[in-house]
């Protein structure tokens, strides 16, 4: 998850405040496709734990549907509970393929695991392993 900003004293306001949390983060920098060819720089954060402790710190702030989003972000790069597991595993047993496995978990609204929407059969294959 990423934080743009172009501002620096903001950007660096807002490490501040994720560091306070415990939250590790890189900042990186790119030039922006304006006329101005300013520089933007935006904080990110790729490991799973600071991700769920920033959720945790700020979801009670947040209004719908940017309190689901932040969420579905995190379950996606969480890792995917052993009984949804043994569900999916059973669903394959049963003779069903991998697309429509994916579209069931779409259906339902599962994001945990999934890494980013939607999924796919290659992320369903890729979440079970190879067929044994």
Avoid: C
């Avoid at 660096?12 to 920098?29: D, K």
């Avoid at 799973?48 to 700020?58: M, P």
């Avoid at 379950?75 to 569900?87: G, K, M, Y």
């Amino acid at each position: 998850m990423s934080f743009v900003e172009s501002n620096v004293h903001e950007l660096a306001r807002l490490g501040e405040s994720l560091s306070l949390l415990g939250v590790n983060y890189q900042a990186n920098y790119a030039r922006a496709e304006r006329k101005e060819r300013s520089e933007v720089a935006y904080i990110a954060t790729y490991w799973r734990d600071d991700q769920n402790r920033l959720f945790a710190a700020v979801k009670d702030l947040l209004i719908e549907p940017r309190r689901k989003l932040l969420e579905d972000l995190v379950l996606a790069r969480s890792p995917i509970p052993e009984d949804i597991l043994a569900r999916m595993r059973a669903t394959i047993r049963i003779g069903k393929g991998y697309d429509y496995l994916a579209e069931r978990l779409n259906e339902l609204d599962i994001v945990v695991g999934m890494g980013g929407k939607p999924w796919t059969p290659r992320k369903v294959l890729l979440a079970l392993g190879p067929p044994q």
